[in-house]
Nanobody, 117 residues
Framework: QVQLVESGGGLVQAGGSLRLSCAASRRTFSSYAIWFCQPPGKEREFVAAISWSGGRIRYADSVKGRFTISRDNAKNTMYLQMNSLKPEDTAIYYC???????????WGQGTQVTVSS
């Protein structure tokens, strides 16, 4: 099992940026790095995923062109750069690892992102 710890959440005004980080306790060979979010009162939903090599990246339609997922395998860390934030991006953001873009085996504890209008 991989331990995942997110950081970087907070309060930001609409149009602003945040960068989330997620540190893994060990290398996650051949695993996708994935970000999910859970808006208030809603189900958890997929945000973005990146393969081990970085050659395969997927985004939810709602974040395309605004969010960028990346990973640094040497540091066992994944990132989510969030630009042009909107109030509807307000959610708890979770990092995860798994065998495919939308399938997670291990989860972080979540970090709150709040975007004010």
């Amino acid at each position: 099992q991989v331990q995942l710890v997110e950081s970087g959440g907070g309060l930001v005004q609409a149009g602003g940026s945040l960068r989330l980080s997620c540190a893994a306790s060990r290398r996650t060979f051949s695993s996708y790095a994935i970000w999910f979010c859970q808006p208030p009162g809603k189900e958890r939903e997929f945000v973005a995923a990146i393969s081990w090599s970085g050659g395969r990246i997927r985004y939810a339609d709602s974040v395309k062109g605004r969010f960028t997922i990346s990973r640094d395998n040497a540091k066992n860390t994944m990132y989510l750069q969030m630009n042009s934030l909107k109030p509807e991006d307000t959610a708890i953001y979770y990092c995860a690892t798994g065998p495919a873009a939308g399938i997670a085996d291990d989860w972080g504890q979540g970090t709150q992102v709040t975007v004010s209008s």
